[in-house]
């Protein structure tokens, strides 16, 4: 069949991702310079599906883009009333005092939050100034002009088949196009990682480092909620090398969000995030806070963890990143909220001015020579330690040191300089004959569960006949290698249940159920040959997360 040309619209702005960052660069815009044309492309069928963090958010950045908020109805009810932190062993947990704590990681004046209820907030604020939102479009292309510039971006084609070919149904995607193209899809964002890699971004930068947080919501019994109470662990079930934690917020009505979070840089290719996640549940400290109650969601999303030595460029001609598609998240505070706003209204800023000034699809050079020194870098800095000194060190002594490296940053001291991460989490992974099995324990389905009835509560759904969006490169390699060298560790380190190494009419084959995908990245960042490559799947497709 004849394929149609795409056709175009012309914006001065576009931004992709309806995210903390793109949704404050969008109002920021509108507020600085109203008579320009803002466009937000949002991959998720509505805005707030993709959204997924603990959340407690440090409202510094909303205080300046909208001061007046807290004197309306906003989704942000939950203020921080209790911050505790403990230190587990299988049985017991150790209450680490607050006095101790650098002053940064007080909760106080925070707020526990839905962040895909703020989202969907920002949104509606975005569009009373005049900003157009395009939920249900991922973008899928950069569009680049005749001098190598970014022009843009085109939405991916709908009704395109799993064999590639176009259905009956085929829509074209759309180009839109901008004299500036702001990227705000998240850590591990694929057309982010495409222009780094374009543009050499990260030449002279530390490699990229994550994470994966799981997260349930649950609605507990009103005896068993502490409304404002905020909760952090170490330790168990993950042994001193592999670093990681827990979250616990009560907030709103009855609700409660718990999650864990596993560094990506794991070395045993046995472990399951998952099961890790689900093994905390029972410990003595919080499995009574579930009595009684019920899980009504469940996601995974990876987080970018290497901070300040690694936020490539964030400049380009044409376009800029933002957020934590450029890894702005403070580690030790499990925070990035605050960040990915203060990017997103600091590049708005600069791309505002140029507009002023007549400028078009050059290079945002000031961007990137102020951020360091805002408040977002000041931020960073501070931390800037905590991620390679875990690393190194392991839980026990590199969180102690890194404490106390945050203590002597609040006077503007550093006791090690700025160390390196080393390698990428891709390259962290053992082989499975120098590692030993763990055995998990089977669900209950009251407390612990199996992953496919967590993958339901994400609402999951993607359109069958189309391309999978999850590309090996090299299916050779990774029965090689990756199946038998690591023991398949694809179908532990998934969240959702995507990769299953069965045997097929007596052939071991690699399955990949796309459908279950719920676009966390983790495979994009973990497989230890980089064979697999996440790309956007249809617009509107991917998890619908509900008050996460």
């Known amino acids: 069949m004849d394929v149609p040309v795409r056709e175009s619209m012309e914006f001065d702005v576009v931004v992709v991702g309806a995210g903390p960052s793109g949704l404050a660069a969008a109002i920021r815009l509108k507020q600085v310079k109203p008579d320009i044309s803002v466009v937000v492309v949002e991959k998720g069928s509505e805005v707030g599906a993709h959204i997924l963090s603990g959340a407690v958010i440090d409202p510094s950045a909303l205080d300046v883009l909208l001061p007046d908020w807290r004197a309306e109805d906003t989704p942000i009810k939950t203020a921080v009333a209790d911050d505790r932190f403990y230190v587990l062993t299988a049985r017991s947990a150790l209450r680490f005092p607050n006095v101790l704590m650098p002053p940064l990681m007080n909760n106080h004046g925070n707020f526990i939050v839905s962040l895909g209820n703020v989202c969907r907030w920002l949104a509606a604020k975005a569009e009373s100034l005049g900003v157009e939102i395009y939920p249900g479009f991922a973008a899928a292309e950069v569009l680049f002009g005749e001098r190598g510039e970014v022009a843009g971006v085109a939405t991916g084609d709908m009704g395109i088949g799993r064999n590639g070919r176009p259905k009956s149904a085929l829509a074209r995607g759309m180009e839109l196009r901008g004299k500036y193209t702001l990227f705000a899809e998240g850590a ?75 560094h990506l840089n794991y070395e045993n290719p046995y472990l399951s995030p998952f099961e890790e996640f689900q093994r905390f549940k029972t410990h003595p400290l919080v499995r009574d806070t579930f009595t009684g109650g019920r899980r009504i969601g469940y996601g995974a999303r990876a987080i970018a963890e290497g901070g300040w030595q690694s936020v490539p460029r964030l400049v380009f001609p044409g376009g800029a990143l933002i957020g934590d598609g450029a890894g702005f998240l403070n580690v030790p505070r499990i925070k990035g909220t605050h960040n990915a706003m203060r990017s997103g209204m600091l590049a708005a800023e600069h791309v505002a001015a140029a507009l002023a000034a007549g400028r078009a699809n050059d290079e945002l050079a000031a961007y990137e020579a102020y951020w360091r020194r805002s408040a977002l870098g000041s931020d960073l800095w501070k931390v800037r330690n905590a991620k390679p000194l875990w690393s190194n060190l392991g839980t026990a002594l590199g969180v102690g040191c890194a404490g106390a490296d945050m203590w002597a940053n609040t006077v503007g001291l550093s006791l090690f300089g700025t160390l390196r991460h080393g390698k990428p989490d891709s390259a962290c992974i053992k082989a499975a004959a120098q590692c030993r099995p763990i055995s998990y324990p089977r ?77 966390c990245k983790t495979c994009d960042i973990k497989d230890p040959n980089c064979n697999i490559e996440w790309v956007a799947p249809e617009g509107g497709g991917g998890p619908n997360y509900q008050n996460m």
């Open 188 to 262: 591990r964002g694929h057309l982010t990682k495409a222009l780094i890699a374009r543009f050499a971004l990260d030449r002279d930068r530390e490699p990229p480092k994550f994470g994966i947080g799981l997260k349930e919501l649950w609605q507990v019994a009103p005896e068993r909620h502490r409304r404002g109470l905020v909760q952090h662990t170490l330790g168990w079930p993950l042994d001193n090398r592999t670093g990681g934690g827990s979250f616990l917020y009560h907030y709103d009505d009855c609700l409660v969000s718990v999650g864990f979070v596993v």
């Open 443 to 519: 669900p209950d389905g009251k407390l612990t569960f199996d992953l496919m009835s967590s993958v339901f509560l994400s609402n999951t759904n993607h359109e069958e006949d189309q391309p999978v969006h999850l590309r090996v490169k090299d299916l050779e390699l990774q029965k090689r290698s990756e199946h038998g060298v690591y023991a398949g560790l694809s179908s532990r380190y998934c969240p959702a249940g995507v990769y299953e190494w069965v045997e097929q009419d007596g052939a071991l084959t690699y399955v990949i159920n796309a459908q279950n995908c719920v676009h």
